[in-house]
């Protein structure tokens, strides 16, 4: 009865679809909102080559070698608070529910039985409204991102948190997919009628990035050499079928979001160069960001298009999320060539990308950046495009060392992403502003419908992008937390986890023992399994920060923003290290200023009623909208002589509640024409919040 009911709502789709393109029909308003759908389709009627540009890629190549190597997937698993977390949103939350909270997970086996060879293939798709409108031929890949990065969420959640059920779940889904592979080596969401030769919404590579990063992540937990076996042979084909000697996956007459996408096939590449050693993905991770500066039809993905970047005082204009992944892949290029034209590109994207931070560390894009600059009130981020961003800061402190990178990837983590996750872990906003006064599924000038404003644990309107990409929030900073200098360790970032590695051949376990961000002292615990001489490093944060070490005798050497320690270590020794956090008043562009302690942003938060708009079968999970119960932020402002005190208020806190949630910075401020002490919580603990306050004057 299911099955029938389902083909039923798949062949109304099918024929409502066919019916819109054949009539040209679009009266019915999308679930994309009118936002969305004005700026998805920017095709130009000739398209651009800049092949010209672009012949700088076949001269000498004078490559640079990055300052750290990344640890393999799953060397760096969590501990405390953070392991709670992870479990609990496995166990209870998204990650491990999504699945049955949007069907189309379970029924669409689009790399096997389901695959694509034309719109009558497109399956049902929930609550998304189709019009018609020629972007809608991209639903044919849209599942292979919902479902690639559920899954590489859900594995890696599965091994870290070391849950038996999820892990027997994860080896069903790596067999399916081995069983999928083709003679040839084709793993895939198409039909033979369509690989490899796709005229408009190619997701090819797209759909192969998402399951790839998921394989090679299991491969590394597991050490079945089959799994990498299947993935570099399904790599072959594709790099036989899109090369400099063929065809470019990007010159296309007609081009939306998947087709851009696939240039994160980039992240692929160079996780097998890390594993294999073989120069020949680097090779072809610098070939697909040549052949993506090529040609260009749509100017809605492609921001970081070489020929775009030549000039520096622009804003970036595009889709948010395609923007800040394209990052990672110019970066790799960069570094995989020495060439100075790459390096100016580099130069310029930086400084464009300054212009979109918001105070919480995210970049603003609540799908489109659209040539604006962040705004804490008026601009919102999209999760998708945090993630993004932030990872792409993962591959930055990789590469260049740099501490603001490692800065940033904190401050976006545990501000903007955490302030978008409800506290039970069964619901995200996909977007949402700084400065969040209401979340009502309405813009935030209010003058028009935006689904993209509630909390949702699918967010089945506008795509189910987000929530699939919040399950590989955390699994992704893990690896990012520990890098290795040579045969020396790094510890990048900073959060409650467990590293462990070899050093000269042995085996050595570093621990981070900590509440931190909502505490300042980190105890770090190394424990080699027989002496072993080795520099252990200690990133020192941007955020004018003292660190104080224990015991006293280890005098740290500073170099470069990390603090050594260069010893034998030959039995189970402590180090603890202590912040010495200033409360720093940062000021924005528009005079408004906010509060910053340490990687935390503190934000007002504003008393708020929810109003359920959705239940779902699955018992605990809904769509609810957060409504302001007063409007008494409007009036506070921040007087030039107020006063700041940061203090631990004793109070009983829920099981639901990240540790600490009781920190907090009180701030004297402006009420109207009184004044009062105000409670500032960590950003991530709020709903409906205001972390920009004008001054009072």
Known sequence: MIKSSLVRMKTTTIIFYSICIIAGCRQKEGSQGKTFTSKIDQNKISMIDDSESLAFFDSQRNSINPV??????????????????????????????????????????????????????????????????????????????????????????????????????????????????????????????????????????????????????????????????????????TMDNYNERGRNPFELTRSFGGATHGLMLTDVCETLYRITGELKYQDYATYLYRAFSTFSVNRSFNDVRYPYLKEKDSLFIGHAVHTYEHLRSLLNAYYVTGHKELELAKDNAMHKLEQCILPSGAGHGNEWLAGRTADPTNTASEFCAMLELRNFYGSAIQKTGKIHYADQAEKLTFNAMLGSRSEDGRAITYGKPDNCYILNGRSISQDEREPRLKYS?????????????????????????????????????????????????????????????????????????????????????????????????????????????????????????????????????????????????????????????????????????????????????????????????????????????????????????????????????????????????
């Open 68 to 237: 750290f190597t990344a640890f393999a997937t799953g060397s760096s698993k969590p501990t405390g608070w953070l392991l709670e977390l992870m479990k609990k949103d496995l166990e209870q939350g998204i990650v491990g529910s999504l699945d049955e909270l949007y069907p189309g997970i379970k029924n669409d086996d689009l790399y096997r039985t389901a695959r694509r060879g034309g719109l009558e293939d497109i399956p049902e798709m929930g609550d998304l409204t189709l019009t018609g409108a020629e972007w809608e031929k991209s639903i044919m890949w849209w599942n292979a991102e919902t479902i690639g990065n559920w899954w590489d969420g859900f594995v890696r959640h599965a091994y870290l948190v070391d849950d038996q059920k999820a892990k027997l779940q994860s080896m069903e889904i790596v067999e399916n997919l081995l069983a999928s592979q083709d003679d040839d080596g084709y793993i895939g969401i198409y039909k033979k009628n369509l690989r490899y030769q796709h005229e408009g919404s190619n997701g090819e590579l797209w759909a192969q990035t998402t399951v790839f990063r998921m394989l090679l992540a299991y491969y590394e937990f597991s050490n079945e050499a089959r799994v990498l076996k299947a993935v570099e042979k399904a790599m072959a084909l």
């Open 457 to 697: 644990p699918t967010h089945s309107e506008p795509a189910v992008c987000c929530v699939p990409n919040y399950t590989r929030n955390f699994a992704y900073y893990l690896d990012q937390m520990w890098m290795r200098r040579d045969e020396n360790i790094v510890a990048v970032l900073y959060g409650p986890s467990k590293l462990t590695t070899q050093i000269n051949g042995v085996n050595v376990i570093v621990e981070q023992n900590t509440e931190y961000p909502f505490s300042d002292q980190i105890e770090f615990v190394i424990t080699p399994e027989k002496p072993v001489e080795f520099e252990l490093s200690f990133r020192k944060p941007g955020w004018k920060t003292s660190m104080n070490f224990k015991p006293n005798s280890l005098s740290p050497k500073l170099e470069n923003g990390y603090y050594g320690i260069k010893r034998t270590w030959s039995q189970r020794e402590t180090i603890n290290i202590k912040f010495e956090q200033e409360i720093q008043t940062k000021e924005l562009r528009n005079g408004e200023i906010y509060f910053q302690r340490g990687p935390l942003v503190y934000a007002l938060p504003i008393p708020h009623s929810e109003k359920v708009v959705k239940n779902y079968e699955l018992d605990g999970f809904r769509d609810f909208y957060c409504l302001p119960m007063n409007d008494e932020h409007v009036k506070i402002t921040f007087p030039s002589d107020g006063g700041i005190h940061f203090e631990k208020e004793s109070e009983h806190i829920t099981e639901d509640s990240l540790p600490y949630t009781s920190n907090q910075l009180v701030v004297s401020m402006q009420n109207g024409d009184k004044k009062e002490k105000v409670k500032l919580k960590p950003m991530g603990n709020t709903v409906l919040r205001k972390v920009t306050f004008k001054k009072a004057y």
